[in-house]
């Protein structure tokens, strides 16, 4: 038995994962841990769809409805949406198995603002928590809980459910023990308090979890690795655009509007975000600090060469590479790192308060600056909104950042009107695609699609938006923000029925 379990009346609930997830039963909710592929349990879910796809063979009814941080992964995501498991998913995914359920209609799913979705739940919109599944990465004598490499909403499910089942993951390094910084201030109004954090490095908590011993009705041992994605080299498109941010960078500090150490950085997850930290460790910045949810390859680097002198977020994501590595020092790591709950670490006030540098990927952004983060064609999930919206609407800074073109060029990603808006034009101050940066802020609507087609648009794609915008401009009913109603979703429309928005 694991070393990491200390408290003697956990440690005799030790069981198999399939013992435990026997605990759960159809139709009730429960909370998992879990947030970009870290942190997640990694055998009970397994266990549970085996034992749902054992009951859909009797013929018996059994699904359940699952809450998380964030994403996970094919182990758990992908195994539950196989076995036909989940009924309702909230909040954020990004599993190939489960994208293709709740396209087929066949899974409800609601994509929520990450900082949201703990106070919804207290408030009882999703109706009772009856099993929490946590990973942690040890259990201390007196009963409390270190968090493993996600904190996400963890703490709200633990205080939530009526039962818990833990999964104790000895890959997990022990080092992250101190880490985290657990707050248990929130309350629901009218007894909020504001949240003292005045910088990325305040620590306004605790490292561990509490959870009534009682509650606990099953230890699951583990030896697991998280998701891991394979880390990928920056692609030509994501260094440009990244190029782009830093000499953006350079420009606001020598306008007075960033200081040497700019302000503390958001970045979303992917390609683009790991080149924009690769471009900042070239570049002269140093000593920077990020207020983020997610440490990716490029912030673990950032954090080594100095770039960054510290970093705060929910949770990690890190390539299989990065992910050794992290482990096999984590204890360098301690004092640069803090992990939050998702509440804290996407919190609008705090994002106001620090002024954000908020980056995020997107779908598709359209003249005016609306931003879609989600749809493909206005109606296919992709992931979903995740923090991006926390983020961008209290931002000091928000920054939209996407390849001008996508599926070898058949697609736009500047288009006259988006198919689903995610992020309105009023939260979305810069659009970044390789072409090129718009500066949107201080701008009309007509100046904003004036810098976008310009700037970002991509050349086989301007000479159709700029002529649609000059017949919006003479045909459009209002000249507020001019658009042909009839047209403004055509570009879809004819990918969807020719394989490509360009004219013929
Ligand atoms: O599909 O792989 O089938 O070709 O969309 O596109 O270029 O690989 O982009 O991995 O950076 O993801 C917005 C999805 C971008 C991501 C999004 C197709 C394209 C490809 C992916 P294929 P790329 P990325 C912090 C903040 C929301 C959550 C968020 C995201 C696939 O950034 O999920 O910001 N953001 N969270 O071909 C149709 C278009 C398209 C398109 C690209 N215009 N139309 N398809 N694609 N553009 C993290 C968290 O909150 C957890």
């Known amino acids: 038995m694991s070393t990491r379990i200390h408290h003697p ?20 909710t429960v909370g998992m841990s879990g947030f ?3 942190g997640y349990p990694k055998a009970v879910p397994a266990a549970l769809a085996e034992r749902i796809t054992a009951a859909h063979a009797r013929g018996e009814q059994f699904q359940i409805n699952l809450h998380t941080g964030a994403s996970t992964s094919t182990e758990m995501d992908g195994a539950l949406a196989e076995a036909g498991g989940i009924a309702l998913r909230t909040p954020f995914q990004s599993d190939p198995t489960m994208r293709k359920k709740i396209n087929a209609g066949e899974i409800e ?20 928590m009856r099993t929490a599944v946590i990973e942690v990465s040890a259990i201390r004598e007196d009963g409390t809980l270190v968090p493993s490499s996600s904190v996400g909403n963890n703490k709200s499910w633990l205080d939530l459910a009526d039962q818990v089942i833990l999964e104790v993951n000895s890959w997990q390094s022990e080092d992250l023990e101190g880490m985290h910084d657990v707050y248990y201030g929130t309350a629901l109004p009218p007894h909020r308090k504001p949240v003292l954090v005045n910088s990325p490095s305040d620590r306004i908590g605790q490292p561990y979890f509490e959870c009534d011993p009682e509650k606990v009705v099953a230890v699951v041992e583990t030896h697991g690795p998280d998701r891991n994605s394979p880390f990928k080299p920056a692609d030509d498109a994501s260094i440009a655009i990244a190029q782009h941010l830093v000499e953006f960078f ?51 680097d950032a954090l080594d060469s100095g770039t960054l002198a510290m970093a705060s977020a929910t949770a990690f994501s890190l390539s299989t590479e990065s992910a050794e590595r992290f482990n096999a020092n984590a204890a360098k790591y301690r004092d640069k790192l803090i992990l939050r709950t998702q509440e804290i670490s996407n919190h609008p006030e705090l994002v106001r308060r620090l002024g954000i540098l908020a980056m995020n990927g997107m779908i598709e952004a359209d003249l005016y600056g ?26 000091f800074t928000s920054f939209f950042l996407t390849p001008s073109i996508a599926k070898g ?24 695609t390789e072409q090129g940066l718009a500066d949107l802020r201080g701008l009309s609507p007509k100046q904003r699609a004036r810098k976008i087609i310009d700037t970002c648009a991509h050349p086989d794609y301007r000479d159709q938006l700029e002529d649609y915008y000059q017949r919006a401009l003479a045909g459009s009913g209002g000249l507020h923000t001019p658009h042909l109603i009839g047209e403004a979703l055509s570009w879809h429309q004819r990918f969807l029925d020719t394989g490509t928005m360009k004219q013929g």
């Open 409 to 432: 060029g058949d697609i736009s990603c500047i288009v006259p009107m988006v198919s689903h808006v995610d992020h309105t034009e009023h939260d979305v101050h810069v659009v970044v």
């Open 109 to 128: 799913y609601i994509d929520t603002h990450l900082s949201h979705l703990a106070q919804t739940v207290w408030n009882g919109f999703y109706g009772p």
């Open 36 to 38: 970009t592929g870290s």
């Open 9 to 28: 009346g956990l440690r005799a609930k030790v069981m198999s994962a399939e013992q435990a997830a026997a605990f759960i039963q159809p139709g009730t």
């Open 250 to 300: 350079e420009h606001e500090v020598a306008q007075g509007r960033y200081d040497e150490r700019l302000l503390p950085l958001q970045s979303g997850v992917g390609n683009i975000a790991n080149a924009v930290m690769a471009e900042l460790v070239k570049s002269r910045f140093t000593g920077l600090t990020a207020f983020t949810e997610v440490v990716q390859d490029g912030m673990l």
């Open 370 to 395: 609306n931003v879609n983060s989600t749809h493909l064609m206005g109606t296919k999930m992709m992931n979903g909104l995740g923090g991006s919206g926390d983020f961008a609407r209290n931002a």
